[in-house]
């Protein structure tokens, strides 16, 4: 059961407690779905416009998504705990630790694996984003971002917006951006956003346009393009803008 905050200023916003997101429990993988996926089906959690999936995972030390296709999507994926190692059928091999981003575009089509090689659980987000074009050449790309950013906002961690043309994120081929940081408790700030937001509590609690979202926390924000996050612990959060 979602609550739902709605005024002038706030816009509108749902929010999806942890506890009652979609779970499934593979033995290796423990995921919960903010949309329908696999073997979640919810036909009132097909997406949120060109946003498709949000899969909070926990991959077990030594285990993985074994060599699986895909094609036509934006694949982002946000490490939070511990690190990932892609490989792929385009050659491309790399580990994406604790809050670094990678990105894959399957465009016409690309195979990879995801394993987590790592001595301890690995905690991620798995995001998919509809793209804009289709059938775009694939590729694949993990950037670092600076960990000693706590309490200096929120980054812009993926963008295809023409706003952040130069700016040190990850392309995605949709007109969306993905944002992330580390706040200090009773920090604020603001963020600006494009379309429609959806709101990640990765871990602490905050609140954003006065909806308090606990840890695994899941917010839509709809009709306004301001976002006023207030942290009441020191918290991590995700924004990511995304086309209706």
């Keep these: 059961m979602q609550d739902n905050v709605k005024n002038a200023s706030a816009g509108l916003i749902r929010r999806f407690p942890y506890a009652e997101l979609g779970h499934s429990d593979y033995g290796w993988l423990d995921a919960r779905y903010h949309f329908s996926f ?31 296709p895909h094609d036509n999507m934006e694949i982002i994926t946000y490490i939070r705990q511990g690190a990932i190692t892609h490989r792929d059928s385009m050659g491309n091999e790399g580990r994406t630790s604790a809050g670094d981003v990678q990105v894959m575009s399957a465009g016409t089509g690309v195979a990879h694996s995801e394993y987590n090689l790592e001595q301890i659980d690995t905690r991620l987000y798995q995001i998919w984003i509809e793209p804009a074009q289709r059938n775009v050449q694939p590729r694949w790309e993990t950037r670092e971002f600076l960990k000693s950013t706590a309490g200096e906002g929120l980054t812009v961690l993926a963008s295809g917006q023409a706003k ?18 580390r706040l200090l408790a009773a920090q604020q700030v603001a963020v600006q956003i494009e379309h429609q937001a959806y709101v990640l509590a990765s871990y602490g609690t905050f609140s954003v346009n006065g909806c308090r979202l606990s840890p695994g926390d899941g917010a839509e924000v709809t009709a306004t393009k301001t976002l006023a996050i207030s942290a009441e612990t020191d918290a991590e959060v995700l924004v990511i803008d995304v086309p209706a």
């Design 38 to 68: 696999a073997r979640y089906w919810n036909p009132q959690r097909t997406g949120f416009g060109r946003l498709l999936v949000i899969n909070d995972d926990i991959v077990a030390a030594g285990r993985g998504f074994d060599t699986h």
């Design 164 to 181: 952040h043309v130069g700016a040190h994120a990850l392309m995605v081929h949709q007109d969306a951006a993905i944002y992330g940081g």
